[in-house]
């Protein structure tokens, strides 16, 4: 079964149809989800991304005030990144947002955009935003690696459904827990790596369109937020079906993004 790319094309906020081959289609976003309460997840970042030939829809997450990490599909290419941090909604007035643009990034040296291994990307902000009770960013660096059957928070702004290809004007979250390599390869076959990871939820909630590059999250004692993969993949067969939703894990990156972001 072939992997299907998580990202979401849009031209001036309206989702457009984009090519699609044989084993790849850029597609993702959350499935079965709820509202996101305002300030609950203070890193996320909605970034519509330009390349010369077009225009599309990612998210991200705030590792300090000025980089945000994000799929390598997200960045490869790109020419500008216009992204929202500090609210919840994508279009609707809100005083808490922070519009920020920037051309500069940096993407994992093997990251390859046919078999998406090592699908990783940084983006750096060309002034560093000021924290707020809405914006803040999310542990990295205790991220651990996730054993089978963690709970973890799928989060995005990507389709709800199938059936409705516009994205979600509320961030959305939902829980998932991580399954085996082992039983995600019967869905994926040998395309995935160790360092991918799957999850899936109790009645298909998942990733879809327009949530490549968002965080998965597993929350930790006192209820600390802690990033442990990035959105890349959904199955060929659709968001809905009960095939796994496919991440980058974030630990086996640590060295390479602090390594970058460090500096």
């Given amino acids: 079964m072939h992997l299907k790319v998580a990202a979401s094309f849009l031209l001036l906020l309206a989702l457009i149809n984009v090519?699609?081959?044989?084993?790849?289609?850029?597609?993702?976003?959350?499935?079965?989800?709820?509202?996101?309460?305002?300030?609950?997840?203070?890193?996320?970042?909605?970034?519509?991304?330009?390349?010369?030939?077009?225009r599309f829809f990612c998210g991200g997450s705030l590792l300090t005030n000025q980089w945000?990490?994000?799929?390598?599909?997200?960045?490869?290419?790109?020419?500008?990144?216009?992204?929202?941090?500090?609210?919840?909604?994508?279009?609707?007035?809100?005083?808490?947002?922070?519009?920020?643009?920037?051309?500069?990034y940096v993407i994992h040296p093997e990251f390859n955009p046919t078999t998406l291994e090592n699908d990783v990307g940084l983006i750096k902000l060309r002034i560093p935003v000021e924290f707020t009770n809405y914006v803040n960013t999310i542990y990295y660096a205790d991220s651990t690696p996730v054993g089978n059957s963690t709970s973890l928070v799928a989060i995005g702004w990507g389709q709800t459904?199938?059936?409705?290809?516009?994205?979600?004007?509320?961030?959305?979250?939902?829980?998932?827990?991580?399954?085996?390599?082992?039983?995600?390869?019967?869905?994926?076959?040998?395309q995935l790596t160790d360092n991918m990871l799957c999850v899936a939820g109790s009645y298909n909630e998942g990733t879809c369109i327009g949530d490549t590059g968002s965080a998965l999250i597993q929350i930790v004692s006192r209820g600390a937020q802690v990033h442990t993969g990035i959105a890349s993949f959904?199955?060929?067969?659709?968001?809905?079906?009960?095939?796994?939703?496919?991440?980058?894990?974030?630990?086996?990156?640590?060295?390479?993004i602090k390594s970058i972001i460090l500096a």
């Fill in 19 to 54: 090519h699609q081959t044989e084993e790849i289609s850029r597609d993702s976003r959350i499935i079965g989800g709820l509202d996101a309460n305002a300030g609950q997840y203070k890193f996320a970042a909605a970034i519509t991304v330009t390349t010369e030939t077009s």
């Fill in 161 to 190: 459904s199938d059936d409705d290809p516009e994205l979600s004007e509320h961030l959305q979250g939902v829980q998932v827990v991580s399954i085996s390599n082992e039983e995600c390869r019967f869905t994926y076959g040998s």
């Fill in 234 to 256: 959904v199955s060929g067969n659709g968001c809905q079906s009960t095939d796994p939703s496919g991440y980058t894990r974030t630990h086996p990156y640590l060295d390479w």
């Fill in 68 to 104: 945000i990490i994000t799929a390598g599909q997200c960045v490869n290419g790109a020419t500008l990144f216009t992204i929202q941090i500090g609210s919840n909604k994508l279009t609707e007035d809100d005083t808490n947002r922070v519009i920020v643009a920037t051309s500069e």
